[in-house]
């Protein structure tokens, strides 16, 4: 499975947004600083975060973004379906679709073998996903912090950020 830019920055932004609910709110600003990411499109992906129930926003001076769960009940898979809309690394017509719920037809489904394949991919990475929670994650990235406290957290392609 390859995620898109949409779910790899839509979890960074998570799990900084995790590390400081400390805070009162926390503003797309600072996230996008601190994980060097485009704030215009932080503010596509708070809106997907926000339609999932993953984050709430209030406006104003004090404005800015907050999880809509404790970080103990938002799951990466969560996140990722939010931002992605599927953690499906295989769309087959014979198989249950996670958006659909259902089969979708296909003429051959009761005679494939192959679907029974693609289906433990599927299930295997979604089982996967949504047992790793944010909670974790933040306890992950401080430890790997106390290393290296003057690196940023989060990673990109290529080792750089």
């Known amino acids: 499975m390859k995620l898109s830019t949409k779910g790899r920055y839509g979890l960074r932004a998570m799990i900084d947004l995790a590390s400081h609910m400390d805070e009162e709110t ?6 996008a600083r601190r994980e060097s990411i485009s704030e215009s499109y932080l503010e596509q992906l708070a809106s997907s975060l926000k339609k999932a129930g993953l984050v709430t926003s209030s406006r104003g001076a004090q404005g800015g973004y907050r999880l809509g769960r404790d970080a103990s ?16 690394a295989v769309s087959c017509p014979g198989l249950k679709s996670e958006s659909a719920g ?42 790997a912090r106390t290393g290296h406290p003057d690196e940023l957290p989060g990673c990109a392609a290529g080792g750089k950020r």
């Open 26 to 31: 926390v503003s797309l600003s600072s996230i």
């Open 73 to 88: 009940e938002i799951s990466v898979g969560d996140v990722l379906r939010a931002c992605e809309g599927s953690t499906d």
């Open 102 to 143: 259902k089969e979708t037809g296909c003429a051959g489904a009761e005679m494939c073998v192959s679907k029974y394949v693609w289906e433990k991919i599927n299930t295997a990475i979604t089982d996967t996903v949504d047992g790793i929670y944010l909670s974790e994650l933040v306890k992950e990235s401080r430890k």
